[in-house]
């Protein structure tokens, strides 16, 4: 079986947090929690959830570069996108449509888009 990452984007301009989530309409924040919810439920009784997160912004980055000596610790993301990944599953699945049929319950559990990508194979 081979693994997928799906990852949920975030424009860069914004930065939602748990705290920033509580502006948002309480019963709209209660319906996402639970088609989220619903949705890792149906993941794991699937037995295809590997794992699932979501992930503190780009600020909060530090960027570690051990290429030289000394290795560096810069703050910030690697990279200036206009997008960021934002939260993400890693699922296992028999091939790539059935991937694709659960990033397209993730789309409608979050209301966002979700971009998959199968992770690479062990050489060998």
Do not use: C
């Not at 081979?2 to 914004?14: G, I, M, R």
């Not at 748990?18 to 502006?23: A, D, G, K, V």
């Not at 993941?43 to 290429?67: H, M, R, W």
């Amino acid at each position: 079986m081979t693994q997928y990452f799906l990852a949920l984007p975030h424009d860069s301009t914004e930065e939602p947090t748990m705290e920033s989530m509580q502006e948002m309409d309480p019963a709209a924040l209660e319906a996402l929690f639970a088609a989220v919810g619903d949705l890792n439920t149906a993941l794991q009784e699937s037995g295809a959830l590997i794992a699932a997160g979501g992930l503190q912004p780009p600020s909060t980055a530090i960027t570690v570069d051990a290429t030289g000596n000394p290795p560096t610790r810069t703050p910030g993301p690697f990279v200036e996108a206009a997008e960021y990944v934002g939260g993400f599953w890693l699922i296992e699945a028999a091939d790539d449509e059935t991937a694709l049929g659960w990033a397209e319950k993730a789309s409608a559990a979050v209301q966002s888009r979700i971009e998959v990508r199968a992770l690479q194979e062990q050489p060998g």
